[in-house]
Protein backbone atom coordinates (compact mmCIF):
# COMPACT_ATOMS: atom_id res chain seq x y z
CA UNK A 1 0.00 0.00 0.00
CA UNK A 2 2.50 2.71 -0.60
CA UNK A 3 1.97 5.53 -3.08
CA UNK A 4 1.81 5.25 -6.49
CA UNK A 5 2.11 7.41 -9.63
CA UNK A 6 -1.19 8.65 -9.88
CA UNK A 7 -2.63 8.71 -13.41
CA UNK A 8 -3.10 12.28 -15.29
CA UNK A 9 -6.82 11.79 -15.00
CA UNK A 10 -6.50 11.63 -11.42
CA UNK A 11 -4.21 14.49 -10.90
CA UNK A 12 -6.82 16.17 -13.24
CA UNK A 13 -9.30 15.46 -10.94
CA UNK A 14 -7.24 16.37 -7.72
CA UNK A 15 -6.72 19.89 -9.62
CA UNK A 16 -9.91 20.79 -10.21
CA UNK A 17 -11.21 20.68 -6.93
CA UNK A 18 -8.42 22.57 -5.85
CA UNK A 19 -8.41 25.19 -8.49
CA UNK A 20 -13.16 25.12 -8.45
CA UNK A 21 -12.62 25.24 -4.80
CA UNK A 22 -10.50 27.86 -4.81
CA UNK A 23 -12.34 29.95 -6.49
CA UNK A 24 -15.67 29.58 -4.40
CA UNK A 25 -17.72 26.82 -6.06
CA UNK A 26 -17.29 24.71 -3.20
CA UNK A 27 -15.90 24.12 -0.34
CA UNK A 28 -14.41 20.75 1.20
CA UNK A 29 -17.12 20.21 3.64
CA UNK A 30 -19.68 19.95 0.11
CA UNK A 31 -17.46 17.89 -1.08
CA UNK A 32 -17.60 15.61 2.26
CA UNK A 33 -21.55 15.77 1.98
CA UNK A 34 -21.33 14.71 -1.82
CA UNK A 35 -19.02 11.55 -0.81
CA UNK A 36 -21.01 10.49 2.21
CA UNK A 37 -24.11 10.79 0.32
CA UNK A 38 -22.88 8.18 -2.08
CA UNK A 39 -23.77 5.47 0.43
CA UNK A 40 -21.14 3.55 2.53
CA UNK A 41 -20.84 0.91 -0.86
CA UNK A 42 -19.25 3.96 -2.83
CA UNK A 43 -15.76 3.07 -0.81
CA UNK A 44 -15.86 -0.43 -1.91
CA UNK A 45 -16.81 0.32 -5.10
CA UNK A 46 -15.04 2.94 -6.69
CA UNK A 47 -11.78 4.27 -6.30
CA UNK A 48 -10.79 7.47 -4.53
CA UNK A 49 -10.65 9.74 -7.65
CA UNK A 50 -13.91 8.45 -8.80
CA UNK A 51 -15.56 9.09 -5.94
CA UNK A 52 -13.84 12.98 -5.77
CA UNK A 53 -14.48 13.67 -9.61
CA UNK A 54 -18.18 12.29 -8.62
CA UNK A 55 -18.07 14.87 -5.57
CA UNK A 56 -17.33 17.65 -7.44
CA UNK A 57 -18.96 16.76 -10.28
CA UNK A 58 -22.25 16.84 -8.00
CA UNK A 59 -21.25 20.21 -6.60
CA UNK A 60 -20.68 22.16 -9.44
CA UNK A 61 -24.38 21.48 -11.01
CA UNK A 62 -25.49 22.49 -7.22
CA UNK A 63 -23.68 25.37 -7.82
CA UNK A 64 -25.06 26.08 -11.24
CA UNK A 65 -22.03 26.04 -13.61
CA UNK A 66 -23.21 23.53 -16.16
CA UNK A 67 -26.38 21.46 -15.70
CA UNK A 68 -26.80 17.28 -15.68
CA UNK A 69 -27.76 17.60 -19.54
CA UNK A 70 -24.83 19.24 -20.22
CA UNK A 71 -22.66 16.64 -19.02
CA UNK A 72 -24.83 13.98 -19.82
CA UNK A 73 -24.68 15.29 -23.58
CA UNK A 74 -20.34 15.68 -23.25
CA UNK A 75 -19.99 12.26 -21.77
CA UNK A 76 -21.81 10.79 -24.58
CA UNK A 77 -19.21 12.97 -26.93
CA UNK A 78 -16.38 11.97 -24.89
CA UNK A 79 -16.87 8.24 -25.19
CA UNK A 80 -17.66 8.41 -29.09
CA UNK A 81 -14.21 9.87 -29.75
CA UNK A 82 -12.36 6.54 -28.65
CA UNK A 83 -11.82 3.69 -26.46
CA UNK A 84 -9.15 4.87 -24.80
CA UNK A 85 -8.62 7.76 -22.06
CA UNK A 86 -5.74 9.32 -24.42
CA UNK A 87 -7.92 9.23 -27.80
CA UNK A 88 -10.66 10.29 -25.64
CA UNK A 89 -9.42 13.47 -24.09
CA UNK A 90 -7.83 14.09 -26.99
CA UNK A 91 -4.01 13.36 -25.92
CA UNK B 1 -8.87 -2.38 3.44
CA UNK B 2 -10.64 -1.02 0.52
CA UNK B 3 -9.08 -2.33 -2.93
CA UNK B 4 -8.34 1.20 -5.27
CA UNK B 5 -8.99 0.17 -8.41
CA UNK B 6 -5.72 1.74 -9.44
CA UNK B 7 -4.18 -1.19 -7.73
CA UNK B 8 -4.44 -3.27 -10.88
CA UNK B 9 -1.38 -1.23 -11.87
CA UNK B 10 0.47 -3.72 -9.74
CA UNK B 11 -0.95 -6.87 -11.50
CA UNK B 12 1.51 -6.62 -14.18
CA UNK B 13 4.58 -8.01 -12.91
CA UNK B 14 7.34 -8.72 -14.91
CA UNK B 15 9.80 -6.72 -16.73
CA UNK B 16 9.85 -6.07 -20.53
CA UNK B 17 12.30 -7.92 -22.90
CA UNK B 18 14.66 -4.98 -22.69
CA UNK B 19 14.31 -5.18 -18.74
CA UNK B 20 12.21 -2.59 -18.20
CA UNK B 21 8.94 -2.40 -16.07
CA UNK B 22 6.31 -2.22 -18.12
CA UNK B 23 4.57 1.05 -17.29
CA UNK B 24 0.83 2.53 -18.05
CA UNK B 25 0.34 5.11 -20.76
CA UNK B 26 -3.32 5.88 -21.53
CA UNK B 27 -4.17 3.64 -23.30
CA UNK B 28 -6.46 1.66 -21.24
CA UNK B 29 -9.67 1.42 -21.78
CA UNK B 30 -11.94 4.28 -20.93
CA UNK B 31 -13.71 4.07 -17.78
CA UNK B 32 -17.14 5.94 -16.90
CA UNK B 33 -15.28 8.30 -14.28
CA UNK B 34 -12.41 9.17 -16.77
CA UNK B 35 -15.13 10.07 -19.01
CA UNK B 36 -16.95 12.28 -16.61
CA UNK B 37 -13.14 14.01 -15.52
CA UNK B 38 -12.78 14.85 -19.23
CA UNK B 39 -16.33 16.32 -19.45
CA UNK B 40 -16.31 18.20 -16.03
CA UNK B 41 -12.71 19.57 -17.57
CA UNK B 42 -13.62 20.58 -20.86
CA UNK B 43 -17.47 22.28 -19.70
CA UNK B 44 -15.06 24.08 -16.77
CA UNK B 45 -12.63 25.74 -19.63
CA UNK B 46 -15.91 26.32 -22.27
CA UNK B 47 -17.65 28.00 -19.13
CA UNK B 48 -14.43 30.31 -18.38
CA UNK B 49 -13.95 28.87 -14.74
CA UNK B 50 -10.51 27.52 -15.23
CA UNK B 51 -7.98 27.15 -18.04
CA UNK B 52 -5.92 24.41 -19.71
CA UNK B 53 -2.96 26.06 -18.30
CA UNK B 54 -4.12 27.32 -14.95
CA UNK B 55 -4.79 22.79 -14.35
CA UNK B 56 -1.43 22.27 -15.99
CA UNK B 57 0.10 24.80 -13.61
CA UNK B 58 -1.90 22.87 -10.46
CA UNK B 59 -0.83 19.51 -11.53
CA UNK B 60 2.98 21.04 -11.69
CA UNK B 61 2.20 22.94 -8.43
CA UNK B 62 1.51 19.26 -6.49
CA UNK B 63 3.94 17.37 -8.31
CA UNK B 64 6.41 19.86 -6.65
CA UNK B 65 5.86 19.01 -3.23
CA UNK B 66 7.42 16.51 -1.26
CA UNK B 67 8.32 15.62 1.69
CA UNK B 68 11.47 17.40 1.91
CA UNK B 69 9.25 20.84 2.33
CA UNK B 70 7.94 19.21 5.59
CA UNK B 71 11.57 18.46 6.07
CA UNK B 72 13.08 21.21 5.89
CA UNK B 73 10.86 23.16 7.94
CA UNK B 74 11.80 20.53 11.04
CA UNK B 75 15.39 20.91 11.00
CA UNK B 76 14.71 24.79 11.05
CA UNK B 77 13.32 24.50 14.69
CA UNK B 78 15.53 21.50 15.49
CA UNK B 79 17.94 24.30 15.09
CA UNK B 80 16.65 27.43 15.50
CA UNK B 81 14.76 28.02 18.78
CA UNK B 82 13.32 31.40 17.82
CA UNK B 83 11.65 29.53 14.84
CA UNK B 84 10.76 26.46 16.62
CA UNK B 85 8.28 29.03 18.96
CA UNK B 86 6.70 30.87 16.03
CA UNK B 87 6.09 27.41 14.34
CA UNK B 88 4.53 25.97 17.57
CA UNK B 89 2.55 29.32 17.94
CA UNK B 90 1.19 29.51 14.03
CA UNK B 91 2.57 26.75 11.61
CA UNK B 92 1.51 28.35 8.82
CA UNK B 93 2.96 31.88 9.22
CA UNK B 94 5.80 29.68 10.07
CA UNK B 95 6.42 27.70 6.97
CA UNK B 96 5.19 30.88 4.97
CA UNK B 97 8.22 32.56 6.61
CA UNK B 98 10.49 29.82 4.61
CA UNK B 99 8.65 30.43 1.07
CA UNK B 100 6.29 27.64 1.13
CA UNK B 101 2.94 28.23 -0.04
CA UNK B 102 0.32 27.58 2.62
CA UNK B 103 -3.18 28.31 1.61
CA UNK B 104 -5.74 29.74 3.75
CA UNK B 105 -5.48 26.71 5.96
CA UNK B 106 -5.02 26.80 9.44
CA UNK B 107 -1.67 24.38 10.09
CA UNK B 108 -0.93 23.55 13.69
CA UNK B 109 2.50 22.16 14.62
CA UNK B 110 2.45 19.44 17.53
CA UNK B 111 5.53 18.82 19.53
CA UNK B 112 6.80 15.13 20.20
CA UNK B 113 8.23 15.38 23.85
CA UNK B 114 10.05 12.52 25.94
CA UNK B 115 6.51 12.01 27.10
CA UNK B 116 4.02 12.78 24.20
CA UNK B 117 3.97 11.09 21.14
CA UNK B 118 1.33 12.54 18.19
CA UNK B 119 -0.46 11.17 15.58
CA UNK B 120 -2.35 12.66 12.62
CA UNK B 121 -5.33 11.04 10.49
CA UNK B 122 -8.10 12.35 8.64
CA UNK B 123 -11.03 10.07 10.10
CA UNK B 124 -13.81 11.71 7.04
CA UNK B 125 -11.55 11.10 4.49
CA UNK B 126 -7.66 12.29 3.42
CA UNK B 127 -7.06 15.90 4.89
CA UNK B 128 -3.20 16.13 4.90
CA UNK B 129 -0.57 18.53 5.15
CA UNK B 130 -0.02 18.25 1.16
CA UNK B 131 1.18 21.96 1.26
CA UNK B 132 4.56 20.70 3.27
CA UNK B 133 4.35 16.86 2.17
CA UNK B 134 3.20 16.71 -0.89
CA UNK B 135 0.01 13.79 -1.42
CA UNK B 136 -0.67 11.42 1.25
CA UNK B 137 0.23 8.13 0.79
CA UNK B 138 -2.30 5.33 -0.20
CA UNK B 139 -2.78 3.89 3.27
CA UNK B 140 -3.59 7.35 5.24
CA UNK B 141 -6.73 7.49 2.93
CA UNK B 142 -7.50 3.53 4.12
CA UNK B 143 -10.53 2.85 6.37
CA UNK B 144 -8.55 0.64 8.39
CA UNK B 145 -5.68 3.25 9.06
CA UNK B 146 -8.52 6.45 9.66
CA UNK B 147 -10.77 4.09 12.05
CA UNK B 148 -7.59 2.71 13.73
CA UNK B 149 -6.00 5.29 14.23
CA UNK B 150 -8.67 6.79 16.98
CA UNK B 151 -9.52 3.55 18.28
CA UNK B 152 -5.92 1.41 18.71
CA UNK B 153 -3.25 4.36 18.50
CA UNK B 154 -0.74 2.31 20.27
CA UNK B 155 -1.39 -1.21 17.63
CA UNK B 156 -1.42 1.04 14.88
CA UNK B 157 2.17 2.60 15.46
CA UNK B 158 3.37 -0.83 16.52
CA UNK B 159 2.60 -2.28 13.54
CA UNK B 160 5.04 0.76 12.10
CA UNK B 161 7.15 0.05 13.74
CA UNK B 162 6.77 2.76 16.60
CA UNK B 163 6.69 1.64 20.34
CA UNK B 164 5.36 4.08 22.21
CA UNK B 165 6.60 3.62 26.02
CA UNK B 166 3.21 2.61 28.19
CA UNK B 167 3.51 5.15 30.27
CA UNK B 168 3.63 7.99 27.42
CA UNK B 169 0.98 9.83 26.13
CA UNK B 170 -0.35 9.30 22.71
CA UNK B 171 -2.02 12.39 21.25
CA UNK B 172 -4.12 11.73 18.05
CA UNK B 173 -5.08 14.76 15.67
CA UNK B 174 -8.14 14.45 13.34
CA UNK B 175 -7.53 17.00 10.48
CA UNK B 176 -10.83 19.05 9.30
CA UNK B 177 -11.23 20.97 6.30
CA UNK B 178 -9.73 24.04 7.19
CA UNK B 179 -7.18 22.50 9.72
CA UNK B 180 -4.35 20.09 9.23
CA UNK B 181 -1.75 19.26 11.57
CA UNK B 182 1.74 18.31 11.02
CA UNK B 183 4.13 16.52 13.67
CA UNK B 184 7.30 17.99 14.47
CA UNK B 185 9.66 15.01 15.88
CA UNK B 186 11.70 14.75 18.44
CA UNK B 187 15.43 16.11 17.54
CA UNK B 188 17.41 12.64 17.86
CA UNK B 189 20.27 12.61 20.24
CA UNK B 190 23.89 12.46 18.77
CA UNK B 191 22.54 14.67 16.05
CA UNK B 192 24.19 17.39 17.82
CA UNK B 193 27.11 18.28 15.02
CA UNK B 194 24.89 18.15 12.59
CA UNK B 195 23.71 20.83 9.47
CA UNK B 196 20.14 21.78 9.08
CA UNK B 197 20.59 20.40 5.77
CA UNK B 198 21.74 16.90 7.42
CA UNK B 199 19.09 17.31 9.83
CA UNK B 200 16.52 17.49 6.98
CA UNK B 201 17.99 14.17 5.58
CA UNK B 202 16.51 12.30 9.29
CA UNK B 203 13.01 13.48 8.79
CA UNK B 204 10.76 11.20 6.32
CA UNK B 205 7.32 11.90 5.31
CA UNK B 206 5.77 9.63 8.15
CA UNK B 207 7.69 10.82 10.91
CA UNK B 208 5.59 14.07 10.17
CA UNK B 209 2.68 11.70 10.02
CA UNK B 210 3.64 10.15 13.05
CA UNK B 211 4.14 6.90 12.45
CA UNK B 212 7.75 6.70 12.12
CA UNK B 213 10.77 8.29 13.80
CA UNK B 214 13.68 10.54 12.68
CA UNK B 215 16.46 7.75 12.20
CA UNK B 216 19.71 7.99 10.07
CA UNK B 217 19.59 8.64 6.39
CA UNK B 218 19.68 5.29 4.56
CA UNK B 219 22.82 4.45 1.88
CA UNK B 220 20.78 3.10 -0.86
CA UNK B 221 22.23 1.63 -3.36
CA UNK B 222 21.74 2.81 -6.84
CA UNK B 223 20.59 0.19 -9.18
CA UNK B 224 20.63 -0.18 -12.75
Redesign the interface.
Known amino acids: ?16 M ?3 S ?2 G ?1 F ?3 GL ?1 RA ?1 EDMGADA ?2 K ?5 RW ?2 A ?2 QN ?1 IEDG ?2 TLE ?2 AT ?2 D ?3 AR ?8 H ?1 | MPHDQHDHDHDHHGTSPSGHPYRHDNDEALTYWQRMEIAVRELLIEKGVTTAAEIAAQIDLMDSRSPANGAAVVARAWTDPAFKQRLLANAGDASREMGFDIGPLHLIAVENTADTHNLIVCTLCSCYPRNLLGLPPDWYKTRAYRSRAVREPRAVLTEFGVDVPQDSTIRVHDSTADMRYIVLPARPAGTENLSVEELAAWVTRDCMIGTALPRAPQVVSTGA
Not at chain 1, 6 to 13: C, G, I, M, P, Y
Not at chain 1, 46 to 50: A, F, G, R, V
Not at chain 1, 82 to 89: N, R
Open positions: MEGHDFALWEKRVDALVLCSKHTVDRLFEHSYYEIAVNLVYELRMEVAGATYGEAAG
